[in-house]
Every structure is written in structure tokens, then in C-alpha cells.
């Protein structure tokens, strides 16, 4: 005998449903067993959900608190003064003046804050390699 499904209800985009919970249910456990700094925010895979103090270079400088939490993380990363500095002597290094105008401020800002985060633990890691 076959079933009747309502025309309200869409089984497969009910499937879909079970599969994003499920995902963000899991992504969540893995987070509140992995996170030890307590800052840690729900990423979209389990690759990116990685916690400061697991990382050595990382844990070493933090200790056992957030590196978000280390006194030089605001002055020397999040700075917004810095940040304009190391963008333009970035777009210097390049030889490409042009660059500063081309961008938003927020992903100037970003870009440029990922660079002196990599470049504060771990100095220069070399061409092709990335974080």
C-alpha cells in the first residue's frame, strides 16, 4: 500500500534537516571536548576547530589562557594603528602602492591581522607554507 505524504511536508528537505543537526550537534560535542582556553567558537568543520593551546608554538606563548587573552594580542595584532602600518609597509614590500586603496578596511584589517598573528608566533614560515 502506498504512503501519502502531505503536500506540506518535504521528506527530503527534512532529511536535510536531520543532517545539519546532526552535524552541528557533532561539531558541537567535538568543540566542548577539544576546547581548552574556553574562548573557542563553533567553526563549520571539524578540521577548523581547533583550539589555541592545542597548537605549541601557540600554547607556549598563552600559557594555559586564550592567547586572545595575552597582553600583546590587542597592541600588537588587533590595533587598529598597527594593523594600518603593517598594511601599507606590506603594500611597499610589494612595490604595489595600489594596494591600499583596492580593499575594504575590514579585509585590509583581517589580512593583515592574520599575517602579524603568524608572523608574532611563529616569525616567517616560507613561501608555501600556511597555517
Same mark, same amino acid.
Given at each position: 500500500?502506498?504512503?501519502?505524504?502531505?503536500?506540506?511536508? +518535504?521528506? %527530503?528537505?527534512?532529511k536535510e534537516k536531520?543532517?545539519s543537526l546532526l552535524? #552541528?550537534?557533532?561539531?558541537?560535542?567535538? @568543540? /566542548?571536548?577539544?576546547?581548552?582556553?574556553?574562548?573557542?567558537?563553533?567553526?563549520?568543520?571539524?578540521?577548523?576547530?581547533?583550539?589555541?593551546?592545542?597548537?605549541?608554538?601557540?600554547?607556549?606563548?598563552?600559557?594555559?589562557?586564550?592567547?586572545? +587573552?595575552? %597582553?600583546?594580542?590587542?597592541?600588537?595584532?588587533?590595533?587598529?594603528?598597527? #594593523?594600518?602600518?603593517?598594511?601599507?609597509? @606590506? /603594500?611597499?614590500?610589494?612595490?604595489?602602492?595600489?594596494?591600499?586603496?583596492?580593499?575594504?578596511?575590514?579585509?585590509?584589517?583581517?589580512?593583515?591581522?592574520?599575517?602579524?598573528?603568524?608572523?608574532?608566533?611563529?616569525?616567517?614560515?616560507?613561501?608555501?607554507?600556511?597555517?
Open positions: 500500500m502506498a504512503r501519502v505524504v502531505p503536500n506540506f511536508l +518535504d521528506l %527530503s528537505r527534512l536531520k543532517v552535524l #552541528l550537534l557533532t561539531l558541537a560535542i567535538l @568543540r /566542548a571536548t577539544r576546547c581548552r582556553c574556553g574562548r573557542c567558537q563553533l567553526m563549520p568543520t571539524a578540521r577548523e576547530c581547533v583550539c589555541c593551546l592545542e597548537v605549541p608554538k601557540v600554547s607556549s606563548k598563552a600559557g594555559n589562557r586564550c592567547i586572545t +587573552d595575552h %597582553s600583546d594580542f590587542f597592541g600588537g595584532i588587533l590595533n587598529p594603528v598597527v #594593523l594600518q602600518i603593517a598594511y601599507r609597509m @606590506r /603594500a611597499m614590500e610589494l612595490n604595489d602602492m595600489e594596494l591600499i586603496g583596492q580593499r575594504s578596511t575590514h579585509k585590509k584589517y583581517r589580512y593583515v591581522a592574520y599575517r602579524q598573528f603568524v608572523w608574532w608566533i611563529w616569525r616567517r614560515l616560507g613561501r608555501g607554507n600556511r597555517m
